[in-house]
């Protein structure tokens, strides 16, 4: 614990030191000395202040903070590039760039972008053929993941989402985990599962388990696991964990268990929980989180849906998961084996602040049709 808090320590003051250093150049780049004593104070002061913000992970002004940062050493690389490839030629372009109103109007940019894309819930339509013999008319399929309700949306924004899914006309909803977090009071329990209840859909409401949902050990929640249950079910959603249902002779939905942070036993492997399910219906595996694709995919998923990333939530967070495959898919449809697919959903909202840039909020409609001869 203490190494930790140390490490922590050790971070927080190199980030001030930096933040004096960003503000100092800037002054200079106006052509203020920044010799005297009481300026230096001031420049301190100002650092530690902008340093307090970044000690609330949840708020604006830490990602204020945090991406002048960010572009501040960008500009700092640009303006050392410029120098080295064009000596004091363009000594008026370095200083615009040492400045810290390029990097400054950025950040803002970025974080009023990010805060209304958050709470710009958008639909998000695919569309998907099948070789199996289903009906003509094919099957609605709406997808909503990733609520963590109390973050952004309130009850009145969730209702008119769930609204316009209803108009959508979908033949089922499923809820692929994350609906609440640690943050979700017992009353807002209530309210995000009656409302996303009150979808109208052919075949209902279904529910999977995600690694927020269920309160950690490590953390308390103001809601128990029996209370959460009870309010799922109360809301007419029927909760698949580790468990298959036939919602009719071509159309099987099945849903997997979350191991959650530290893990809750054994859960059912890909084969276990599809076995049983005929070869020539149109399997649905909803597990929150994207991964052992290719083993749903091999014991007969025609399609995998998943929540859980966020679509990165924050760039380039999106582009570290892509490239050190963290997770089986970051955003958007895949291809898993030769005839299964995966989509995963950006999610209604996102976790921790409310801010949101590389992915957009979403609520997801498949239409699922058979191949025309």
């Not at 490490?7 to 200079?28: D, E, G, N, Q």
């Not at 995966?342 to 191949?371: D, H, N």
Request: aromatic share 10%; charged share 20%; proline share 3%.
């Amino acid at each position: 614990m203490w190494i930790a808090f140390l490490i922590l320590l050790l971070i927080a003051a190199a980030c001030v030191f930096y933040l004096y250093k960003v503000l100092r150049r800037s002054l200079r780049a106006f052509s203020v000395s920044t010799d005297k004593m009481w300026i230096r104070v001031m420049l301190w002061a100002a650092a530690g202040l902008m340093g307090l913000c970044l000690l609330d992970l949840s708020s604006i002004a830490f990602m204020l903070v945090a991406h002048f940062m960010a572009f501040s050493a960008l500009a700092q690389l640009i303006a050392w590039t410029v120098k080295k490839l064009t000596s004091d030629r363009l000594f008026t372009v370095r200083r615009v760039l040492h400045c810290g109103v390029l990097p400054l109007l950025a950040a803002v940019g970025v974080v009023v972008y990010g805060y209304f894309n958050m709470y710009r819930v958008v639909c998000t339509d695919y569309t998907l053929k099948t070789h199996k013999a289903i009906p003509q008319e094919g099957y609605r399929v709406a997808l909503i993941a990733d609520v963590h309700y109390g973050v952004t949306l309130d009850e009145g924004e969730l209702l008119q989402v769930c609204q316009r899914v209803s108009g959508e006309k979908p033949d089922v909803v499923i809820l692929c985990g994350d609906i609440v977090d640690n943050e979700t009071t017992e009353k807002g329990l209530q309210t995000v599962f009656s409302a996303l209840g009150s979808i109208e859909s052919t075949y209902g409401v279904y529910y999977v388990y995600g690694n927020h949902d269920r309160p950690m050990s490590a953390v308390k929640s103001p809601f128990t696991e029996e209370q959460l249950v009870r309010a799922i079910e109360d809301a007419g959603i029927t909760v698949l964990q580790d468990k298959a249902l036939c919602l009719e002779e071509t159309l099987y939905l099945a849903g997997r268990d979350d191991p959650g942070f530290g893990g809750r036993g054994e859960r059912l492997t890909a084969q276990q929980l599809l076995a049983g399910i005929p070869e020539n219906a149109y399997c649905i595996v909803a597990n929150h989180q994207p991964a052992d694709y290719a083993a749903t995919g091999k014991a007969g998923a025609d399609l995998i849906l998943s929540g859980h990333t966020h679509g990165g939530q924050i760039w380039p967070a999106n582009l570290v998961d892509r490239l050190f495959r963290f997770n089986d898919a970051n955003y958007g449809l895949v291809s898993v084996e030769k005839d299964s697919k995966a989509i995963v959903t950006s999610g209604l909202a996102g976790w921790g602040f409310p801010i949101k840039t590389s992915a957009p909020s979403e609520y997801v409609m498949i239409q699922i049709l058979p191949e025309s001869d």
